[in-house]
Structure formats: structure tokens, C-alpha cells
């Protein structure tokens, strides 16, 4: 019989959703390991070796607490950004921002405006503080920029969220669009604006900063192109007295020293992160390749993954995942409307390309002829 | 001006606190490197080899996102533990998992006891959930057990806090006492038992650990004995309906693939908590004699720190803390009335200690000496 202290009347309303499995679960449930990685976005093009190297030699170190202040790399940060330490806050990568960030400006029976199928761990945030989702449906393969400006007015949202790149899709606004957009949000509304994916994105999708902007919170992680996913460390760039309040509520030794040592390193080498780019925009040109050989059609993206059209419904591409993941291929697909046709492929290196090439057209093939 | 979207009421009324300054604040404060790190109870006998050599061995896949499920160090502790996994979550330490089980159980309003001086982030993480403390005074220097009973049945609690060893006077009650102390608390209120400093305790200090309680949760973490502060990882023990439902809100992806790699090898080697256990147990023998030397008198500790009794007043401790910052030692001390005129070092090897033998002496001269 369960007989414990009572849960909040918001956490016992709570369901016990999780945003994401993870590979490791699925090796599990598989019973087997993943043969290709290409399901979560992650940088398989890995870590700069400097990275490697702190973190061997930071580890005899780890008895020590972290710098809760994160100065070194606050202010490393800040001259990469040309802005000031005031602007910055280091977090438990982009998922532990949003989870403050929600938690500054949602209270409950507050309104968030996302578009539908976008990143699901704003939504479980926000469940987790009382709020409630507006969903925006995609215009076409892009988020639907008048549609959610409409809805922020229309609901009395105090918070809008978009992610540009965009994930699952990969599409991109241009900053010009983005800044209008920011603009166009009633006064008492923040953005919250994902660019997780910013160092993949054409040059002319981020906005420049702006440190007295109050209206607009941007989110950065080391987790996509500087490959550190593992560490969990992410930024957030805004106005000091909105990023300052994260002071208030954040805990504070919470960013990991070999995660603040990792990061560092990783600024540190631009050609390593030239390399990357270059070497994912490689392979994102392979994996469309690959998809036209197996008849779908590919998006293009400003991401380190492929959107796939598969060019017909649900459930279809939904067969393909499993064929994959038959092969021990380890990939996600969108489930919303409208994009639930699609399958999601990360970016990687030959090796793992070669395996999703041979695996693919016989996917293909075999959801094609199923019952 | 200050335009921002607006706060929630809870968040807008929250001070800008921060529960501790740590040591890397100080030095930039100072201008000048820390000397003798003695005031953040870190291990100074540093992490197992086995540790360093896994987290060496890792670095490169720290492109890989952290398992979310930590099923692999949940397994290992339970298997320690002699508990289900479905017992235990994994947090980013003590104070990440304290900010959890708050959230869980404290709407604004509610209640917790704890007592007058004890851990000041638990304070904080109430606050930021808008509940409010209820204090109950040390009784001499261990926590008042009957007290705090008195005061969660009185003012209708719905949590009560204690650390048990406890933290800051290093005192501890017997288990029984603890058992009898969760059995004496209302049904409707959770016993959130800090087991932070458990592996230094004496071996009659820990109640057995219970499965079907479920109204106890107890914390501890790899940051003490087993000197893996930086990387932030804790667990909570309690019945599955608590532990459970730590998936609701946590952060899922937040435990860094390091913490839980270099934990779980942590947990493999004995012989060197052993030896990190005696080494700090002969560190405390040593401080309670540079204590008695310089004219103070040490408490009994079942920790990895020393509280030391000054024998005058809050201000006079205060100044030997201040003297002892002048050679750049670095040492904390608790703040509460009735407690305020100890001071508290953290065991550490022989070359510290005798820095710190070499200054305590002549700050305490210092501090009596001053007009």
C-alpha cells in the first residue's frame, strides 16, 4: 500500500512522463548495443582532443567543489560573445536552463506558446510548474513565426519558445524574421530562443546580441558542435537583471568541474570546431544521398541532422524505425501531425554512414511490403 | 531601466541569496590562491586512482549523452545497498536531489522544520519553493530530536530536516535514536535525512536501511568519503512511490556521463575509502590537538570536519576566521546564535595541517590582541 507523506497538490497531478529514452535504455531493451548512434543528435565527430587532455588532467582534482560563480568560463564566454559577465549563466546544459528559466516567468495556470512537435522537455517543464502549452502547429517544415506571435497575443502567453535552427525539422529562420518576431510579442511575454544549434546555422540565422534586450533569453549548449553532450553544460545569454535571477533559484554547485574545465578547452580550439562544422555538413550531405538512394526525400537542414520525408504516413515511417532499429540503428522520428511522416537522422562519420546506407533502402523495402 | 517580462510573484519576491561563497570566490576576492582549503568539508585525500583512470579512459566519449536512467550506478548501489534499484535515484548531488524532494512535497505556505544553523541550502531551496522554516535551536551541540518533533506536530510540517552526522558541529545521534525520532514525526510529514557524511560515522549512527518507510528519504553522495565533489552526484534512498517520483520533475539528462562513470568506480574500490576513512579520522585526531594547543577545544567528530569551540563570543571566532584568511587559509564557521562562537575545519594531509598549525595559534593571539 502506498502510505507516504502527501505530494503537492501540482506534483501529485504530475504523470510520470520521461522526454526522451535513451540509447542506453534501448541497448538494454534490445538486449543488444546500438550499431549507429544516430538518433540524438549528438556529435559523433566528438570532443576536441584539448578537451580530452583537461580532462585527464583536471581528474585528480574532482575532490574539490565546482566554482559555483562559473567565472572562468562566464567571462571566457563573455569576450568569445563581446557582451558582458552580466549577461551570461552556466547551466546544466539547455535542459537545466529551461527547467529555470520556466520556473522564473511560469506560474501556475500560466500559458507557454511552442509549436507542435517542438522540443518536448520545454512542455514537461512546464507541466512541472503548473503552466499549460499552447501548441502552434507548423507552417510547412518551419515554425510558423505569425501563427505563434497570433497565439502569444491571443492566450495571454507569458512565455513563447522557438528554437532556431529548429529541431526535429532543422529548418531556420533568417534574423531578420527573428528579430521581428521578438518585436512583435506582446510586452510582458519573454521569448525563449533555442539556439542549441547555432554554431551549425548559416551566418545569417543568429540575431546579433543585443544586452539590453529584457524581452528575449537565449539558450547555447556546448552539447551540439562542441561535442560535450556528455557534461551537460549549457548557456544562457539575456539581460543581467533576467539572467541575474537565476541567482535566485538555480543550484548553485550544480555545473560540473570537469564540465567547466571541458568547456573551456572547447573555446579554446576554433579549428576544431571548423573541422566539425565542416565535417557534419559533410555528412549531412551524405545522409540526404542516402535517403534519395532509398527513395525518401531529404530536407535541408542547419543542424547536425537530416529531416527525412518518407513520403507517406505515420505509421509508415514509424515501420522504417523499427526495421532500423532491427539493425541495431539507433534513430527518432517527430510524432506530430503534420511532421509524423518524417524520420530524423544525426550526423556521423563514415563508418556509421556506411552501416545506415547499407541498412536503409532494405528498411525501406521491408516496411513497404509489410501487412 | 528595468523593463523585463514579469516574474512570477513567488520568484519576484525571492532575495538574490546565495547559500555559500565558495573558495575560487575567495581567492579572486583575496587576489591571492587559497593556501589551506579547510572550509568546504571537500575530500583533501582526493578520489580513488581507479577514478581518475576512468574518467581519463572516458574523456573521449563525452560526446555521448549521459545515460538518463543512471541504471548502471543505480544497479551497483542497490547491489551495495541490499535494496531494489526501484529504491534509489541518482541526483546532481545532495543539493540537486534536496531541491527535488522539496519541490515534491512543499507548496507554498507549507512547513519545514529544521534546525537553527543547519545546512543553509536546504533553507534555500524551501524559500524558492515558497515554504517557510521553522527553526528549532541546537540543544547544546546536537540537534534537538525532541524539539524538532515537537515543532513539526505543532506547526503542522510537512518535512523535517536532519543531517545525521550533522553538519556544522560534527555531532551524531545513534541509530536507534534517529528510528524512534522518524517514528515520533506526524504521518503527513516526510523525514528528509541528510546522510551526507554516513560513511564516516560510527557504525552504530545509521538506522537499517527500510524499504517500506515511506516517510523517510535519505540523501548521501559521493562528495564526502568518497571525494568526488566537482562532479556532483548524490543519491536519495526511500520507498519506490517517493523515489518514483523524482521522474516527474527532475531533469533527466542532468547526471554528467563523468559523475556516473567515475561513481560507479568509486564504488569499486574499498580499500581505498578504507584508507581515506582512517586518513581523515587521524586528520581530526590531529586538528582537535592543534586546537588544544592554540588555547581552543575541539568537539568530538563523527564527520570529516572539526568544529571548534572558541570560548568567547560570535565576534571574536569571527576574527580568528579573519586572521586565518590573512595567510590564506580558508576555513568557515556556523552563524547561528548558540553556535556562533565555534569555527569549523575540514580534515586534510599533513602538509596543510601544518600550515594550519603554524597560523592558528598566532590568529588566535591576533584576535585576542584586537582593540
Known sequence: ????????????????????????????????????????????????????????????????????????????????????????AVGEGIDGLMALAVRLFIAAGDRVVTSLGAYPTLNYHVAGFGGSIVAVPYSGVREDLEGLVAAAHRSGARMVYLANPDNPMGSCWPATEVAAFAAALPSDCLLLLDEAYGELAPPDALPPLDPDQQNVLRLRTFSKAFGLAGLRCGYAIGHPSVVGAFDRIRNHFGVNRQAQVAALAALDDAEHLDWVVRSIRAA???????????????????????????????????????????????????????????????????????????????AVQRAQDAP
Open 1 to 88: 500500500m502506498t502510505d507516504h507523506p502527501p505530494f503537492t497538490a501540482l506534483v501529485a497531478d504530475l504523470p510520470a512522463t520521461v522526454p526522451f529514452v535513451g540509447p542506453e535504455a534501448l541497448e538494454r531493451q534490445w538486449g543488444r548495443p546500438v550499431q549507429a548512434r544516430l538518433g540524438a543528435n549528438e556529435s559523433r565527430f566528438g570532443p576536441s582532443p584539448r578537451v580530452i587532455d583537461a580532462l585527464c588532467s583536471a581528474a585528480p582534482d574532482v575532490w574539490r567543489y565546482p566554482d559555483p560563480e562559473n567565472f572562468d568560463l562566464r567571462r571566457a564566454l563573455a569576450n568569445r560573445l563581446g557582451v558582458d559577465m552580466g549577461n551570461i
Open 284 to 362: 549531412c550531405d551524405r545522409i540526404s544521398s542516402i535517403a534519395s538512394a532509398a527513395g525518401l526525400e531529404a530536407l535541408p537542414t542547419a543542424t547536425n541532422f537530416v529531416a527525412i520525408d518518407c513520403q507517406r504516413d505515420a505509421a509508415f515511417a514509424q515501420r522504417i524505425l523499427a526495421e532500423m532499429a532491427r539493425d541495431g540503428i539507433f534513430i527518432r522520428k517527430p510524432m506530430a501531425p503534420g511532421l509524423d511522416r518524417y524520420i530524423r537522422i544525426s550526423a556521423a562519420p563514415d563508418d556509421e554512414l556506411d552501416i545506415l546506407a547499407a541498412a536503409l533502402p532494405l
